[in-house]
């Protein structure tokens, strides 16, 4: 624990400067500058907030510090992300005309406030120019390496969400209140005395806003429209990037749990918001924003020096085993039923259920869970497996990752060795076959990620729609997949064991394998950091077994 001490050291020095930081007003400006903050922003940097908003202790006694909890998030370290600059720098150069609009598009949700700031000032978004973290002399590269950060999400405004116009980062904040009369919403009654404290502290003004708890706030970046771009740079269709906010609007869920039940659990009991006059509350949220994307943040970790990270090993940690804990427990489950054995043939069934409010898996499409499947005969032997990972984290009898001009098909039988059961989305290049580059794609050759609950595939619109087989597969529906197997088993000896894992990748083999034809530092650099996780790619959701008579 001693790391975690001296960063709640060095945060609590943080506060003692944030209290004392003097806000100068400048004429007509919108906002103030304080200490390492950029003029004219609408934004702080979360040192601002995070110098009140952590040393919290729960009933239990577990820390449940806001600024500790996200500072390891992937929110927090969306533009250290080397998977996405990788991605960036791709684009770019398979569409170097549109570098510059490429760049501001990227920059929404992975960059926000130093984007929103450049289109305030007349400007547009930048990736590169604020990279790297740390090293970047970009008026904005403050904002911008703050990632997705405190006085982004607490300052959107609840008027046009849910609406086509909030999508794709189209939320609304206020330009017209200089900093010392921005509001920034929240879910609790502040009262006067504590406003007071923190306009001082931070030039933002607390207001309870319920809308600030509405999926719909997620929806407002986690539901991402592209373009594609042909060799001339031309708009040749768009794509549907990640629905997951779509498709818990067209799941049983809508009505049942909010995108922070589950990202944002609550504290049991009641729990402080702030480390200074802490006024304890009923309701109080994580700021964990857990999700599936286990990799990342032990890749982070592993390389934190050359990518500029800022929250310590531990909480990095932390981050993926939260992550690896939700996949485990809050994604999906398998089970074998329907189990026989005649004339040579072991046949049975693995139904696959989905818990998630959104398809599994969801948004970013590099993301795949598949079936592996193994059948061993009474010694122990082999003799029957699909699915099988290898050491390089592609999948034995995956036709994609073989080949980049293939694809696995959805089954709703299995019968040999190389056929796979893989859930995922596959985008269709302009000129046809399967790409992952997203300003190559025009939609989706395969979409048969498990559906969630109370999802009807009939009554789908066309940016949550199942694609491929899956849509004539009957036992394809909301909430489950069924699957049956023939496996042969003639000249071995029973009783049959039978074992099935539902494995997932957050970024699959062939989305980092392509990135090695870009002889760019960012791909190249990727690539490197993938090859030496490869075995660590992945991570098991749900297994069982069953044994024949």
């Not at 984007?115 to 990736?127: L, N, Q």
């Not at 009783?495 to 997932?504: F, H, K, S």
Request: proline residues 5%.
């Amino acid at each position: 624990m001693a790391g975690r001490n001296e960063g709640q050291l060095q945060t609590r020095g943080v506060l003692i400067v944030g209290l004392a930081v003097a806000l100068i007003l400048r004429p007509g400006s919108l906002v103030a500058q304080g200490a390492g903050q950029p003029a004219d922003s609408l934004f702080r940097t979360s040192d601002a907030c995070i110098a009140c908003h952590n040393d919290l202790t729960a009933a239990s006694g577990e820390d449940i510090s806001i600024g500790f909890d996200w500072r390891s998030s992937m929110m927090a370290n969306a533009a250290r992300d080397p998977y996405w600059q990788a991605g960036v720098r791709r684009e770019t150069v398979d569409h170097p005309a549109a570098a510059a609009a490429i760049e501001d598009k990227c920059s929404i949700c992975h960059m926000p406030m130093a984007r929103y700031m450049a289109h305030v000032t007349g400007g547009s978004g930048a990736v590169f120019a604020n990279l790297p973290v740390g090293g970047s002399q970009s008026p904005n590269a403050l904002l911008a390496a703050d990632g997705v950060s405190c006085s982004v999400c607490h300052q959107i405004r609840g008027d046009n969400l849910d609406s086509p116009e909030s999508f794709t980062g189209g939320f609304v904040l206020d330009l017209t209140n200089p900093l010392g009369r921005r509001i920034v919403h929240g879910p609790f009654e502040v009262d006067a005395g504590r406003q007071r404290l923190m306009r001082s502290a931070s030039g933002f003004e607390p207001t309870q806003s319920s809308h600030i708890q509405s999926s719909a706030l997620c929806g407002s970046c986690h539901t991402l429209y592209t373009h594609a771009l042909n060799e001339a740079g031309e708009e040749v269709g768009e794509m549907a990037e990640q629905m997951p906010y779509r498709e818990w609007q067209h799941s049983a869920y809508r009505d049942e749990r909010s995108c922070q039940d589950c990202h944002m659990p609550v504290v049991t009991g009641k729990a402080p918001i702030t480390g200074v006059l802490a006024q304890p509350r009923d309701s109080v949220s994580r700021h964990v924003f857990r999700g599936a994307n286990f990799l990342m943040p032990r890749l982070l970790n592993r390389y934190r020096k050359e990518l500029g990270v800022q929250a310590l090993p531990q909480e990095l940690e932390a981050t993926a085993g939260r992550s690896a804990e939700h996949l485990r427990t809050n994604s999906a489950t398998v089970v074998v039923d329907d189990v026989a054995v005649e004339g040579g043939n072991l046949t049975f069934g693995v139904l696959v259920e989905n818990r998630a409010g959104h398809k599994v898996p969801t948004a970013y499409p590099s993301r795949r869970a598949w079936l592996h499947v193994t059948v061993r005969d009474r010694n122990g032997g082999i003799v029957f497996e699909s699915g099988a990972l290898r050491d390089n984290g592609s999948i034995a009898g995956n036709d994609n990752d073989d080949d980049p001009d293939r694809i696995e098909p959805h089954y709703s039988q299995i019968e040999s060795q190389d056929q796979v059961q893989i859930y995922e989305a596959i985008m269709e290049h302009y000129d046809g076959g399967p790409t992952t580059g997203l300003l190559n794609g025009v939609g989706y050759i395969k979409d048969n990620r498990l559906l969630p609950r109370g999802f009807e595939k009939a009554s789908a619109e066309w940016d949550i729609a199942v694609r491929g087989n899956a849509a004539d597969d009957a036992d394809f529906a909301g909430g489950s997949d069924r699957v049956r197997y023939s496996a042969g088993v003639s000249g071995a000896a029973g009783p049959y064991t039978i074992a099935v894992e539902l494995l997932y990748q957050p970024i699959s083999y062939r989305w980092a394998r392509n990135l090695a034809e870009y002889d760019e530092f960012e791909p190249q650099r990727f690539v490197r950091y993938y090859d030496s996780m490869s075995s660590a790619t992945h991570q098991l959701v749900a297994s069982t077994s069953a044994t024949t008579r």
